[in-house]
């Protein structure tokens, strides 16, 4: 009689987690070194997959878009006026509250005992446009947790996303965006 094994989820913690966008900026200010940092501060998701085996896994995430807010230190006015064009023109989060990833592929490579790197692919949606998304993550399991890191890049014309100007256009936006994490997951 074989045994059925059942996956396993696990949520994330976002109060040990980080999840962030780095802008990269043209124009006068880029010269300075000022490529705003946007945190993502509201999100949930969970990860499934068999105990001791990360086949089958899977991974979704949904981010709150209007959660996401300018970590740097700017002027206040050019802080809220890159926070609203942001919400408004660019996200339009009054219309497309959530952005969102489905994983359809998870391969994992043991690195030693409980350590893991992934590539992780699938559909990501922003804004209503949806496109392939990929990216690779460090995993480390422990007792009832797991903590993974990584980075990827998306380009905001994928999804259909202006490329907008702030602070008088001193602030241009680029068309690439890198987003890092470090989340913490625990079993529920």
């Known amino acids: 009689m074989n045994k059925v094994v059942n996956k396993v989820a696990y949520g994330f913690d976002t109060t040990l987690s980080l999840f962030t966008v780095h802008v990269f900026a043209d124009g006068i200010v880029a010269s300075l070194g000022h490529s705003p940092t946007l945190a993502i501060r509201e999100y949930s998701g969970e990860a499934e997959f068999i105990p001791g085996s990360l086949e089958n896994a899977s991974l979704k995430m949904e981010i709150a878009a209007g959660s996401i807010n300018v970590t740097d230190q700017m002027r206040d006015a050019d802080r809220r006026e890159l926070e609203r064009i942001m919400r408004q023109d660019v996200l339009q989060t009054a219309r497309y509250p959530q952005i969102v990833f489905q994983s359809s592929s998870i391969t994992a ?80």
């Open 109 to 188: 490579d043991l690195r030693a005992k409980d350590q893991y790197r992934l590539k992780v692919t699938g559909p990501l949606t922003i804004r209503g446009e949806t496109c392939q998304q990929g990216f690779t993550a460090d995993l480390m399991f422990g007792v009832d947790t797991f903590r993974a890191n990584g980075e990827f890049q998306i380009h905001l014309t994928d999804f259909g996303l202006p490329l907008v100007s702030v602070a008088g256009g001193s602030i241009k936006v680029k068309d690439e965006l890198k987003l890092a994490f470090y989340m913490l997951g625990r079993r529920q």
